[in-house]
């Protein structure tokens, strides 16, 4: 721990310059006097560090001394991969591993590059999870990760709405969507994804196995989010609507549902009107989708929704008609 800790901070000294101990403490995650220890360790071992006290001082290495510990271990060219996502990096086990390796990459470049890089991280940040959004607690995600990582089997108990499996899982892969975490696993002969949090208990076994080839984690998850995209809209209405107004389609409903709808759509009749079929997972969903757009648009059929938005707009009437 501590031989990284020094690595660390010679790298920090390299790529910032001269810097203030408490910065660096902070930096590291240790006490002041903690980093003046390190600090006389490193001269111990030949490196050409010193500090100044008062105003403007810091810690500082002789000019034009250069580290050669620039290379990335697996681990580090690893966590490269997440560096615009160092939560992700964190959760996965990786956030000081990632760091040191920002660090070592920031070393080895030039001056003017070094700077630019910089620049950039601090002014620009990716937040990924949406508005409101509590992320899962997922307290088995490192054993997960770990499994994957090494190829290794997983014994998991998975929690559904109603019931508790289990399941031997081939971990094939981890995708962070919208702050929430999915295993793409295998089991058996079928891939499919599990949510993370609901994952009550994962215990790596004995046994590894070989990861299929022509396995694509991006396309697989892409080809799957579709699935079940598309498999949520279970309802179909279909609808007139103003030519002038289709394009409001899209603020309250799915951006599945409304391409299947535009899909749909025919030409303008003589009025103006668009017909189009709306899909939806509920008729309850759907009346909400399309309530926004008013006297604008008209439910053709089923006569269920059709009863659903008469009910609402002569509720909505009585209660303003009071007024």
């Not at 995650?29 to 100044?52: H, I, K, M, N, W």
């Not at 560096?83 to 000081?96: F, Q, V, Y």
């Not at 709808?261 to 009107?273: F, I």
Request: proline content about 6%.
């Amino acid at each position: 721990m501590r031989a990284s800790r020094l690595v660390q901070l010679l790298l920090l000294l390299q790529t910032r310059g001269r810097t203030t101990a408490p910065e660096l403490a902070k930096e590291l995650e240790v006490s002041v006097r903690t980093v003046y220890r390190d600090v006389d360790a490193l001269s111990a071992a030949g490196v050409p560090v010193y500090s100044e006290p008062g105003r403007g001082g810091g810690v500082q290495l002789v000019d034009g001394y250069r580290t050669r510990l620039t290379g990335l271990t697996t681990e580090e060219a690893d966590a490269v991969l997440l560096a615009g996502l160092p939560s992700a990096a964190a959760d996965l086990g990786l956030g000081t591993v990632l760091a040191t390796a920002q660090l070592k990459v920031l070393a080895a470049l030039p001056p003017e590059l070094r700077g630019r890089a910089t620049r950039i991280a601090e002014r620009v940040h990716v937040d990924a999870p949406g508005w409101f959004h509590r992320p899962d607690e997922t307290p088995t995600l490192a054993t997960v990760a770990d499994a994957l990582w090494h190829d290794r089997r997983l014994h998991v108990r998975y929690g559904r709405k109603d019931e508790v499996v289990e399941r031997y899982l081939d971990p094939l892969g981890l995708v962070l969507k919208a702050g929430t975490w999915y295993l793409v696993a295998r089991g058996g002969s079928a891939v499919r994804s599990y949510r993370v949090g609901r994952i009550l208990a994962a215990e790596p076994t004995v046994e590894t196995f070989v990861r299929p080839a022509d396995f694509d984690l991006r396309a697989h998850w892409s080809d799957a989010a579709d699935d079940f995209a598309h498999s949520m809209l279970r309802v179909r209405a279909r609808c007139r609507i103003a030519a002038t107004h289709l394009r409001l389609l899209r603020l309250m409903n799915d951006p599945v549902a409304v391409a299947e709808a535009m899909a749909s759509a025919g030409p303008p009749d003589a009025e103006g009107w668009v017909e189009v079929v709306v899909p939806s997972e509920s008729y309850e969903v759907l009346a909400h989708g399309i309530l926004p757009l008013g006297e604008f648009l008209e439910v053709l059929e089923p006569a269920e929704l059709r009863a659903r938005l008469a009910a609402t707009a002569a509720a909505m009437h009585a209660r303003y008609a009071r007024a």
